[in-house]
C-alpha cells in the first residue's frame, strides 16, 4: 500500500504511515473498528500537535533560568551572611608558644644564677624571653581581633586558663631550675676545690722536697709555704663538707667517698703538724745560733717524726 503523503510503501495492516504519519486510506471497519481507528487519529493528530509546539516554542533563555531560580531558592539578600571565621588555633598556638619560652626562659636563668654562670645559659635565656614578648604581641593582636566580634566571654575564659597554665610553668620551672642548678653549683665547686686541693698541695711537697739539709734552708722554706699551708686547711675542710654533701646525694657513690673522705682527713693532720712546725721554725728564727740546734733537736724533730709516722700508717693523699 502506497502513501498518499510521502508516496512510500506502508503495509496492508498499517494504518498510519510509518515515514510521514499520514493515516492511510480507511478500511472496513465495524463499530469497534471505528473507535480504534478514531484513537489512532486523535493520537496523531496531538503528537503532531505536541511536535509543532515543542519546535515553535523558544529555548529558555540563561537570565531565565537564573531569574527561576532565584524564585525557588531565594533571593541572596534573604539568604544568611557567612559568619567570618575566628582565628582561635592561631591565638591558642601563640599563647602555647608565650607559656613554653618563657618558663624555658625563667628555668634558664634559675639554672644560671644558681650556678653563678653568665655565659650560653643567659645567652639562651635572654633569646627564649625574646620569643615569648613576640608571641605575646601577636596574640594581643588576634585577642583585639576576636573583641570585635563579641567572643568576650570566650576570650576571657581562655585568658584564665592561660594565666593557670603559665604559673604551673613557671612553678615547674622554677623548682627544676632551682634543683638542677643547686646539684650542678655543688658538683662544679667539689671540681674546683679537687683542683685547687692538688695545686697546693703539689706546690708545699715541691717546696719540701727540694729544701737543701741545713736549719737556715729549712726555717726559709717553712716561711714560704705558711700561706700554701693556711689555703690547704680551709680547701680540706671545704672539701670534707662538700663530699658528705655529695654522698648524701648520691649514695650509689658511697665507696669513692668513703676513700676521698678518709684522704682529706689525712691530709687535715697532715696540716695541722705542719702548722706546728711553722711556729717551731719561727721561733727558731728569732733565737740566736747556739739555741737554733737546741730548739730544733728538742721541738722540731718530734713534729717530723710524727708526720712521718703519719705516711707509714695511713693511705697517701691521692694526687
Given at each position: 500500500?502506497?502513501?498518499?503523503?510521502?508516496?512510500?510503501?506502508?503495509?496492508?495492516?498499517e494504518?498510519?504511515c510509518?515515514?510521514?504519519?499520514?493515516?492511510?486510506?480507511p478500511?472496513?471497519?465495524?463499530?469497534?473498528?471505528?473507535?480504534?481507528?478514531?484513537?489512532v487519529?486523535?493520537?496523531?493528530?496531538?503528537?503532531?500537535?505536541?511536535?509543532?509546539?515543542?519546535?515553535?516554542a523558544?529555548?529558555?533563555?540563561?537570565?531565565?533560568?537564573?531569574a527561576?531560580?532565584a524564585?525557588?531558592?531565594?533571593?541572596?539578600?534573604?539568604?544568611?551572611?557567612?559568619?567570618?571565621?575566628?582565628?582561635?588555633?592561631?591565638?591558642?598556638?601563640?599563647?602555647?608558644?608565650?607559656?613554653?619560652?618563657?618558663?624555658?626562659?625563667?628555668?634558664?636563668?634559675?639554672l644560671?644564677?644558681?650556678?653563678?654562670?653568665?655565659?650560653?645559659?643567659?645567652?639562651?635565656?635572654?633569646?627564649?624571653?625574646?620569643?615569648?614578648?613576640?608571641?605575646?604581641?601577636?596574640?594581643?593582636?588576634?585577642?583585639?581581633?576576636?573583641?570585635?566580634t563579641?567572643e568576650?566571654?570566650?576570650?576571657?575564659?581562655?585568658t584564665?586558663?592561660?594565666?593557670?597554665?603559665?604559673?604551673?610553668?613557671?612553678?615547674?620551672?622554677?623548682?627544676m631550675?632551682?634543683?638542677?642548678?643547686?646539684?650542678?653549683?655543688?658538683?662544679?665547686?667539689l671540681?674546683?676545690?679537687?683542683?685547687?686541693?692538688?695545686?697546693?698541695?703539689n706546690?708545699?711537697?715541691?717546696?719540701?722536697n727540694?729544701?737543701?739539709?741545713?736549719?737556715?734552708?729549712?726555717l726559709s722554706?717553712?716561711?714560704?709555704?705558711?700561706?700554701?699551708?693556711?689555703?690547704?686547711?680551709?680547701?680540706?675542710?671545704?672539701?670534707l663538707?662538700?663530699?658528705?654533701?655529695?654522698?648524701?646525694?648520691?649514695?650509689?657513690?658511697?665507696?669513692?667517698?668513703a676513700?676521698?673522705?678518709?684522704?682529706?682527713?689525712?691530709?687535715?693532720?697532715?696540716?695541722?703538724?705542719?702548722?706546728?712546725?711553722?711556729?717551731?721554725?719561727?721561733?727558731?728564727?728569732?733565737?740566736?745560733?747556739?739555741?737554733?740546734?737546741?730548739?730544733?733537736?728538742?721541738?722540731?724533730?718530734?713534729?717530723?717524726?710524727?708526720?712521718?709516722?703519719?705516711?707509714?700508717?695511713?693511705?697517701?693523699?691521692?694526687?
Amino acid at each position: 500500500m502506497l502513501c498518499t503523503e510521502c508516496g512510500n510503501e506502508c503495509l496492508k495492516t498499517e494504518r498510519v504511515c510509518r515515514f510521514c504519519g499520514t493515516l492511510l486510506s480507511p478500511q472496513p471497519r465495524s463499530e469497534s473498528g471505528t473507535e480504534v481507528s478514531d484513537s489512532v487519529t486523535t493520537f496523531v493528530q496531538d503528537t503532531a500537535t505536541d511536535s509543532a509546539s515543542a519546535a515553535a516554542a523558544p529555548a529558555p533563555s540563561r537570565p531565565t533560568l537564573i531569574a527561576e531560580i532565584a524564585n525557588v531558592v531565594g533571593s541572596p539578600q534573604d539568604m544568611p551572611t557567612q559568619v567570618p571565621s575566628i582565628p582561635y588555633a592561631a591565638l591558642i598556638g601563640l599563647l602555647l608558644i608565650t607559656v613554653v619560652c618563657s618558663s624555658a626562659a625563667l628555668f634558664s636563668f634559675v639554672l644560671a644564677s644558681k650556678m653563678h654562670s653568665d655565659g650560653i645559659l643567659l645567652l639562651v635565656a635572654g633569646q627564649l624571653t625574646v620569643g615569648a614578648l613576640v608571641a605575646l604581641l601577636f596574640s594581643i593582636k588576634k585577642c583585639k581581633q576576636i573583641n570585635s566580634t563579641s567572643e568576650h566571654n570566650r576570650i576571657r575564659s581562655l585568658t584564665i586558663a592561660t594565666v593557670c597554665i603559665q604559673v604551673m610553668f613557671f612553678g615547674v620551672g622554677a623548682g627544676m631550675g632551682k634543683r638542677l642548678g643547686t646539684r650542678r653549683a655543688g658538683y662544679s665547686a667539689l671540681v674546683r676545690d679537687w683542683a685547687h686541693f692538688k695545686e697546693v698541695g703539689n706546690r708545699i711537697s715541691d717546696r719540701r722536697n727540694s729544701v737543701a739539709q741545713e736549719i737556715p734552708a729549712y726555717l726559709s722554706m717553712y716561711h714560704s709555704i705558711a700561706a700554701d699551708v693556711t689555703d690547704l686547711q680551709t680547701t680540706t675542710a671545704r672539701l670534707l663538707e662538700e663530699e658528705q654533701h655529695y654522698l648524701k646525694a648520691y649514695p650509689e657513690y658511697g665507696p669513692n667517698a668513703a676513700k676521698e673522705i678518709n684522704a682529706l682527713r689525712t691530709t687535715q693532720q697532715r696540716v695541722a703538724l705542719l702548722q706546728q712546725q711553722i711556729l717551731v721554725a719561727a721561733k727558731i728564727s728569732s733565737e740566736n745560733e747556739q739555741n737554733r740546734a737546741l730548739i730544733w733537736l728538742n721541738e722540731m724533730v718530734p713534729v717530723q717524726k710524727q708526720e712521718d709516722a703519719l705516711d707509714r700508717g695511713t693511705t697517701p693523699v691521692p694526687k
